[in-house]
């Protein structure tokens, strides 16, 4: 039954008010209701389905774990490609070293010159680890070394004269036709390592003119106070690069040093007894008394620090080389220690001990070269370290 004489709350007066409202009133309320959007709608109005319902906490857990899992198996399988693709770079350089081995020239031939009453004998002056440019202060080394300019200098000329002495000692029981010179590299420092830009005295061009002139002096000596014939094996280190990274197959590219050979070999092209040899090939073969001798600056070596030294991995490496062609000795430079593994010789360093040795933990060893005597009967019989420093440094 409709209320009478009530009043809406709209003011006016309705014979069916019902609640307090007009019959107009609740018209007008239908009406928003019916336009009014759903709990479950969007903005626009059209509904949507109920929220998710969340997830049980063990649930979670679990799901965390699996996610866990997955990206220790992702870190994983990463540093098992990145592993990959340090030893594919490994495997490539390696083929492109035995590839030169294979495309090798045939070896230079040293025969004897007189006749079997007689015995003969080859010196082998070995010159590599120069590093003329790179300063050594005493204070960084606890006064055990000390490296300019001029104690470069000074220490190549004496590598020269004390070589050319012991070479004639020898002559006065031995006849010595041949010398070789067999310079393996490494005579500048250049731009290698980043400290090396602050402490070098000379940029890698003048440092290469440096050696260059230490060079012809030394060769100018020996041709001047002997008549022996000098076969000069001529191969590039790894410090006179122009290359970020060392390219095997085609190092004398960016190397300062072939340059600096290149201009040796024109300087000298009109003396007959002198014969340069330098090759594309990371190895030189020659032929001494029927026995092979190879030569390289011996970078591709590398020492892990272990108990053994330069030993084990000096082993492993020739194994490998001999089996693309055997050779009795192997001579080479780089490690700045003086060595002998009886298949192979390891050439001192004219820079000595420095602060990187220092630092590192590396025994003290004075700067010194090497001298080889190879007999026509026996093969080789002696090695004489040569000094190049006249004040004691320990």
């Given at each position: 039954m409709a209320n009478t004489g009530h009043k809406c709350a709209c003011g006016s007066v309705d014979k069916c008010v019902r609640r307090g409202r007009c019959r107009s009133c609740w018209y007008k309320l239908g009406q928003v209701a019916a336009a009014a959007p759903s709990p479950n709608a969007n903005f626009t109005g059209i509904a949507i389905p109920p929220s998710v319902p969340e997830v049980p906490?063990?649930?979670?857990?679990?799901?965390?774990?699996?996610?866990?899992?997955?990206?220790?198996?992702?870190?994983?399988?990463?540093?098992?490609?990145?592993?990959?693709?340090?030893?594919?770079?490994?495997?490539?350089?390696?083929l492109g070293m035995f590839t030169h081995l294979q495309e090798h020239s045939a070896p230079f031939v040293i025969e004897p010159q007189v006749g079997g009453g007689t015995n003969e004998a080859c010196p082998i002056l070995v010159a590599s680890d120069w590093h003329v440019e790179q300063r050594v202060k005493a204070e960084e080394t606890n006064d055990l070394n000390e490296f300019t300019l001029d104690i470069a200098a000074a220490r190549g000329n004496r590598f020269f004269t004390a070589g050319l002495r012991l070479i004639r000692l020898l002559n006065q029981d031995v006849a010595i036709n041949t010398v070789v010179l067999a310079l393996l590299g490494d005579f500048i420092t250049g731009q290698l390592h980043r400290d090396s830009i602050e402490k070098n005295q000379l940029p890698p061009t003048e440092a290469t003119v440096f050696a260059q002139n230490l060079l012809v002096s030394g060769i100018q000596f020996l041709l001047d106070n002997s008549a022996y014939q000098l076969k000069i094996?001529?191969?590039?280190?790894?410090?006179?690069?122009?290359?970020?990274?060392?390219?095997?197959?085609?190092?004398?590219?960016?190397?300062?040093?072939?340059?600096?050979?290149?201009?040796?070999?024109?300087?000298?092209?009109?003396?007959?007894?002198?014969?340069?040899?330098?090759?594309?090939?990371?190895?030189?073969?020659?032929?001494?008394?029927?026995?092979?001798?190879?030569?390289?600056?011996?970078?591709?070596?590398?020492?892990?620090?272990?108990?053994?030294?330069?030993?084990?991995?000096?082993?492993?490496?020739?194994?490998?080389?001999?089996?693309?062609?055997?050779?009795?000795?192997?001579?080479?430079?780089?490690?700045?220690?003086?060595?002998?593994?009886?298949?192979?010789?390891?050439?001192?360093?004219?820079?000595?001990?420095?602060?990187?040795?220092?630092?590192?933990?590396?025994?003290?060893?004075?700067?010194?070269?090497?001298?080889?005597?190879?007999?026509?009967?026996?093969?080789?019989?002696?090695?004489?370290?040569?000094?190049?420093?006249?004040?004691?440094?320990?």
């Open positions: 906490p063990v649930d979670s857990v679990e799901a965390d774990l699996r996610v866990r899992r997955l990206k220790a198996q992702v870190s994983e399988l990463s540093g098992k490609y990145t592993q990959s693709v340090a030893r594919i770079d490994q495997l490539e350089s390696n094996v001529c191969k590039m280190g790894n410090h006179g690069r122009t290359s970020e990274k060392s390219r095997i197959g085609i190092e004398n590219g960016h190397s300062y040093e072939y340059l600096m050979y290149l201009y040796l070999k024109a300087h000298f092209r009109t003396e007959a007894r002198v014969e340069f040899i330098i090759e594309d090939s990371f190895h030189t073969y020659m032929d001494i008394y029927g026995e092979t001798y190879r030569f390289n600056h011996g970078h591709t070596i590398r020492s892990q620090g272990g108990v053994g030294g330069l030993f084990a991995p000096a082993y492993k490496r020739i194994m490998k080389w001999d089996e693309a062609r055997p050779a009795t000795r192997t001579i080479f430079g780089h490690h700045h220690q003086y060595l002998d593994g009886g298949n192979f010789h390891c050439n001192g360093s004219l820079i000595g001990f420095d602060e990187r040795a220092a630092g590192e933990g590396y025994g003290f060893e004075p700067p010194q070269q090497t001298l080889l005597l190879v007999d026509r009967k026996r093969g080789q019989t002696a090695k004489w370290p040569i000094f190049v420093e006249d004040r004691k440094l320990r």
